[in-house]
C-alpha cells in the first residue's frame, strides 16, 4: 500500500510540477519585458514647445524714445502791423455826406425808382375862334337847348363847321366814341394826370384808339353832333380833367 501511494503521488506531483514550471517562466518572461519597454521609452523634453513657423526675435532690445525738441513760443520774433478799421462818426440828418474818393455811390435800393424832375408841358389851343360858353361847375348855368339850368364842365369854342380841332398836348388817343350828349367825341390822355376831351366833331375823325399825338396834331373837325348843345351851332365842345377831377380849360391853356 505504502509503495502504490508513493507512485500515485509521484505521478501526480510530476504531472502538476510541470505545469507549474510553466507558469512561472511565463510569468517571470512578462515581467522581464515589462521593465524592458521602461526602460527604453525616451525621455520627455522637458523644454517649452515652440510654435511651428516661429521665429526667434532673440534677445530683447531696448528701444530710447527720440529726445523732442524744445518747446518754441508761438509768438513770432517779428512784429506784425496790424491795421485798424477807420473810425466813422455819425452823421447827423441834416448834413449830407459825399462820396469817399475811390467809392462808387450807393444804388436806390430794390422798390424804389429815381426821381425825375417834372417838365412843363407844352399846350396849344385847340381851335381858334369865339368862347360862347365858360367853364361852370360850381353853379348852376341856362342852357339854351334844353331850356334848363345845369353846370358846365367845359368851354364851348364857336367856329365854322369843318374848322380843324387840334390836340392840345402831346399824348396818346384813349378813345373816340359817339357820345349820346356830346356826340362825336375823342379823349387823349396825357400822362401826368391831365385828360383832354374834345366834342361835337364831325363823325369822320383823324385818329383812333391807341393813335400817339404831338401837341397841335390834327384829331378832327367842328360839327355839331352835340344834341345836349345843338343851340349853339358848329362848336367845339372842350373839357380837362387832373386826376379825375374836372378843371377850368382856359386856366389849363394858359
Not at 31 to 59: H, K, R, S, W
Not at 165 to 187: F, I, K, M, N, Q
Request: charged content about 15%.
Amino acid at each position: 500500500m505504502d509503495n502504490r501511494g508513493k507512485r500515485q503521488a509521484s505521478s501526480l506531483f510530476g504531472g502538476m510540477g510541470f505545469y507549474i514550471a510553466l507558469l512561472v517562466c511565463v510569468v517571470a518572461a512578462g515581467v522581464v519585458g515589462y521593465f524592458a519597454l521602461l526602460n527604453n521609452e525616451p525621455e520627455l523634453d522637458n523644454e517649452p514647445a515652440q510654435n511651428v513657423g516661429q521665429t526667434d526675435p532673440g534677445p530683447a532690445q531696448s528701444v530710447a524714445a527720440p529726445e523732442e525738441p524744445p518747446a518754441r513760443p508761438v509768438i513770432s520774433d517779428v512784429p506784425v502791423a496790424v491795421e485798424h478799421p477807420p473810425v466813422q462818426t455819425a452823421v447827423e440828418p441834416d448834413q449830407e455826406t459825399e462820396p469817399v474818393s475811390g467809392e462808387e455811390p450807393a444804388l436806390p435800393t430794390a422798390g424804389t425808382e429815381p426821381s425825375i424832375a417834372e417838365e412843363p408841358m407844352a399846350v396849344v389851343s385847340p381851335l381858334a375862334g369865339d368862347t360862347v360858353a365858360v367853364f361852370s361847375i360850381d353853379q348852376l348855368t341856362y342852357d339854351a337847348t334844353l331850356g334848363d339850368w345845369r353846370t358846365h364842365d367845359g368851354i364851348d369854342i364857336q367856329a365854322a363847321a369843318g374848322a380843324v380841332v387840334a390836340a392840345t398836348a402831346a399824348g396818346t388817343v384813349l378813345s373816340v366814341e359817339e357820345d349820346g350828349r356830346l356826340g362825336t367825341t375823342v379823349v387823349v390822355d396825357h400822362h401826368n394826370g391831365y385828360v383832354t376831351t374834345y366834342a361835337s366833331l364831325q363823325p369822320e375823325t383823324a385818329v383812333l384808339a391807341g393813335d400817339t399825338v404831338s401837341a397841335g396834331a390834327v384829331i378832327g373837325t367842328v360839327g355839331n353832333t352835340s344834341l345836349s348843345e345843338a343851340g349853339l351851332g358848329a362848336h367845339l365842345h372842350f373839357s380837362v380833367t387832373k386826376d379825375g377831377e374836372a378843371v377850368d380849360p382856359a386856366e389849363f391853356l394858359g
